[in-house]
């Protein structure tokens, strides 16, 4: 058997994972060339690699671990569980103590009558689920013709050929037979890059307004729910005008259908309270959860329904399920993570003292002559790279070309921050301290400054046109 030592030179630890370890979302070839870096360790706000050296995570991991590494209570509740039952099925009449505290927690906690779970392993599970029950709820009412989910361009909804046929990364949908039918997108609320000269309140009000054109064109009578994050993550941590999401909230109302809210990202403390739609003010129909649930901690994810909905699916045999909706174990690690969140303060922290003092902080990095705008909402933001302010262009270089840059100096001086496009965004663990803020700052900062050398010396401080 060859089991590698976890000691072992990094070299020989990359070169075998470019031999049998295939990466998501990861150009596998280039990688090999490379090697990945191997992270071996990490506790609360800080990762550890096999250079030994100590890396600043303002993503969370993937935006999920929200209480921070190495929490040990976290294992304890696993190790507990694994002990007392590591598995059970819940398909066949029975249940265990674990999904019944969780579900009762999340039913606590989440707002309005959204008082019922249906779990899953991911939110690319979460929101295939959420496509079967919008319909089954439909054609359990007698309107089996309402089929089609409004969506938008560059939402992430996962990565499932459902979920990712929700989303609308036009990438992925170019890869193995994406969308499924009966899925529509319509543009989303990116002021900076596609707001032309309407201000952001008129822009907000125009891209919500083209829910209620896709509602008309399609036919009211077709149309099961609309799905958004309430601040789209993956796309770029597009902050959404504030006149946005209340005429969304209208459209969905006077046209009665339901209002998927996307919370994989927002929600458990993200954006400063529990959930995203709080925060931005909506009622959702039905919820996705997952990263923050465990915080990354177990796989487990899955969908918060109204007392409506439940009801109306209640009535009938909801053919649908996963091996490990409800695991146990997943479930315990998630109840003690959001016992921990809640009686540590964490939320109300976020909210009330690191959140304020990171937006000013982050908001601070506009001033740098790469950024043209610096948008955030509690702890998730992004910052949009110009060659000039003024006109909001972009750069004349294909898109992601100068974020990539800038990412690549954001890891060489350990301060994981990731880019999508040319946005540069964080969504650090919410137990991030106020000096640890001050170090990510100042890590950006430095960052971006090579960057900008960087261009200047390419010559790519070049605009570009939309
Ligand atoms: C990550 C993400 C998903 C998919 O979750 P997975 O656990 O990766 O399947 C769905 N929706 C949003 C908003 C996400 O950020």
């Known amino acids: 058997m060859t089991l590698i030592s976890p000691n072992a030179p990094t070299a020989e630890l990359q070169a075998l994972d470019a031999a049998h370890h295939m990466h998501p979302f990861t150009h596998s070839a280039d990688l090999a060339k490379k090697g990945a870096r191997v992270i071996t360790r990490a506790e609360g706000v800080w990762l550890n690699d096999s250079e030994g050296e100590r890396i600043l995570d303002g993503m969370a991991g993937l935006w999920c671990v929200n209480i921070g590494y190495g929490r040990k209570e976290l294992a304890a509740a696993a190790a507990r569980q694994m002990e007392e039952l590591p598995y059970y099925n819940t398909f066949f009449q029975t249940t265990h103590v674990p999904a019944i505290q969780l579900s009762a927690r999340l039913a606590e906690l989440a707002p309005g009558n959204l008082n019922h779970v249906f779990y899953a392993s991911s939110g690319s599970e979460a929101n295939d689920t959420n496509i079967r029950l919008a319909r089954t709820y439909w054609a359990e009412k007698g309107a089996p013709e309402r089929k089609v989910i409004i969506s938008r361009w560059n939402a992430y909804h996962g990565s499932s050929v459902g979920s990712g046929s929700l989303g609308g990364m036009k990438g992925m949908h170019a890869q193995g037979g994406m969308p499924i039918p009966d899925i529509h997108h319509i543009d989303q609320p990116d002021w900076w890059s596609e707001g032309g000269d309407m201000t952001p309140e008129e822009f907000g009000l125009e891209r919500a307004r083209q829910l209620e054109q896709a509602i008309e064109e399609i036919g009211p009578e077709k149309v099961a729910a609309f799905i958004a994050e309430p601040v789209q993550g993956a796309g770029g941590v597009i902050v959404p005008p504030e006149t946005y999401w209340p005429e969304i909230q209208r459209i969905v109302k006077k046209y009665g259908i339901l209002l998927i809210a996307d919370e994989v990202i927002c929600g458990f403390g993200r954006t400063g309270n529990w959930f995203g739609s709080q925060t931005m003010g909506i009622t959702p129909d039905i919820m996705t959860i997952a990263k923050g649930l465990s915080s990354g901690y177990q ?160 010559g790519l401080m070049v605009a570009g046109t939309r």
């Not at 003092?357 to 790279?385: D, N, Q, R, W």
């Not at 302010?389 to 840059?405: E, L």
């Not at 999508?420 to 430095?446: C, F, H, N, Q, Y």
């Open 299 to 458: 796989p487990i994810g899955g969908s918060i329904l109204s007392d409506e909905v439940a009801e109306v699916i209640a009535g009938t045999e909801f053919n649908h399920g996963y091996t490990y909706s409800g695991h146990p174990v997943a479930c315990a690690v998630a109840l003690e993570n959001l016992r921990i969140l809640d009686e540590e303060g964490v939320v109300k922290q976020v909210a009330e003292e690191t959140g304020p003092y990171l937006k000013e902080k982050f908001e601070g990095l506009a001033a740098h002559p790469l950024v043209g705008e610096a948008k955030i909402v509690g702890f998730m933001g992004s910052l949009a790279l110009t060659p000039d302010k003024a006109s909001r262009a972009p750069f004349a270089a294909d898109a992601g070309t100068v974020g990539y840059i800038c990412r690549e100096r954001c890891f060489a001086n350990n301060l994981v921050m990731r880019h999508v496009g040319d946005r540069m965004i964080i969504s650090p663990p919410l137990v991030m301290s106020k000096e640890e803020i001050d170090t990510l700052i100042d890590r950006a900062w430095t960052s971006l400054d090579e960057c900008h050398a960087r261009l200047k010396a390419e």
